[in-house]
Structures are given as C-alpha cells and as structure tokens.
C-alpha cells in the first residue's frame, strides 16, 4: 500500500514527535507504506540527495528534532535506512531484540569483524568507535561496514555524541544499556509473537530487520522467514 505523503502543518512544524505519535515507525528517506521525513517535509518524493533539495534544511533541522527528543529511539529498523522509533513501541522492540533465541539466529550470520565488534559493544556496553582500538587495525571502511551490519541487524544501537574536541562521534550501545528497568518490565510483558506483529503493523507490513527472524520454538529448529528483494538491505548513502 502506498501512503500519500503527510504535509507538515504549521503544528507539525512546531512539534516534529507528533508525526511518531500517528505513526510509530517513520523513516529518513522513503519505503513504501511507511511515512518518510524527506517526503512529509518536501511534501512528495524528491529525486536524488535530499541534502540539495530546496527543503534541505527543513528536512535535517526536522529529522534532529526527532533524533533529539527523549520519546524516539533513532534506529536502521527498516531496510538499514535511518528509522525512527516512537516510545509507544520501544516494550515491543525490546522484546524481540533482547530475546536469546532470535539474538542467537541473527548473529548467525555476522561477519567476523561484526561478531568482534558486537562482543566489544556487549563487555562495555557502550562503545566509541573513535576509541576502539581493535577498530583502527580494521581500518575505517571495515569498521563502517561492521556497524552498519550491526545496526541494520538490530543487534545494537547507534547513537551520535560530541568529543572533547568539539567533533562528532558514532556509539554503539547494546540494548541492555539503552533500556531501563520500567522498559525492560514492560518489556517482559509482552509475549514475543505479540511483539514481531506489533512491529511488523507499524513498519507497514515490510519486512522490518526485527521480523526477519523468528525465535525457535521449545523443541523446535530456528529458522529465518524469507524477505522480497523490496526487504533486503541496500548501502546506499545517504538514506
């Protein structure tokens, strides 16, 4: 299903998050069936980098108010694109992402500078890349392709944060980090197929990276669903 695009009313302006409020996932850039900012900021579809567009601004000061605000996690959810995440699905999130059975069958197929990687972020909990020193022997480009295999898995959370400098640096943080204990109880209220249906609604029936996966049963094989050639990940930047 493809959803016309929303126009940013002067209230929307004025309140990015209320977007997330309607729609729980919203990405940077588009997917069909799901809201996108580059197209409810520019009020369609735009051809080519949005960083040129005429709403260029708009769109970045749009997507880091959203990045910013405390009711939104900033995530590769959908298709390894920029995706945002609102609060009201973050129980559902938590409990497909901290599950042991569907962490095990998504590292599974983890590279093994990726699998390196996810073990650094899970001892300290939260890792700077910058200060890594596993990752500078890797070298920037592998340690870019690791994240990126990381976050479009869901296996970790990506995160921003200014240096002593004055710069800019990427964290990883692991899910047991980022949530806390009232998250986690509500978490555990859910049961784990509730949860993949709530995220697949809201991800417009797309295959999201956290329904790609599906936990063994007791006494069952795990096994992986199959995706569309629409659901696997692309590395096109900027997204």
């Known amino acids: 299903m493809t959803r016309k695009p929303e126009r940013v009313s002067p209230a929307l302006a004025g309140d990015p998050v209320s977007l997330l409020r309607r729609h729980p996932v919203v990405t940077l850039t588009r997917v069909a069936g799901i809201p996108s900012v580059v197209e409810t900021v520019a009020g369609g579809a735009i051809r080519g980098s949005w960083w040129g567009h005429p709403a260029g601004r708009r769109i970045f000061a749009f997507s880091s108010a959203l990045a910013s605000s405390p009711e939104v996690l900033t995530t590769k959810l959908v298709d390894g694109k920029v995706t945002f995440v609102h609060r009201a699905l973050w129980p559902a999130l938590l409990r497909v992402v901290t599950d042991p059975g569907w962490r095990d ?14 073990e650094a972020v899970e001892r300290s909990g939260e890792l700077r890349l910058d200060r890594w020193d596993a990752g500078r022997r890797l070298g920037r480009r592998a340690l870019a392709a690791a994240r990126l295999e990381l976050e479009s898995a869901a296996l970790v959370l990506g995160t921003e944060v200014h240096t002593e400098k004055g710069s800019h640096a ?7 980090r980022v949530a806390d204990q009232a998250l986690r109880e509500k978490a555990d209220r859910v049961s784990f197929d509730e949860a993949q249906r709530a995220i697949r609604e809201a991800c417009g ?3 999201a990276s956290v329904v790609s996966v599906v936990a063994p049963r007791p006494g069952g094989r795990a ?8 659901g696997r990940r692309r590395r096109r930047e900027p997204r």
Not at 105 to 118: D, I, Q, V, W, Y
Not at 170 to 176: C, E, F, G
């Open 205 to 207: 029936g797309l295959p």
């Open 170 to 176: 990427t964290a990883l943080r692991s899910w047991s």
């Open 105 to 118: 069958l998504a590292e599974r197929g983890l590279t093994p500078r990726a699998r390196r990687l996810l």
């Open 223 to 230: 096994r992986r669903k199959r995706t569309s050639d629409r």
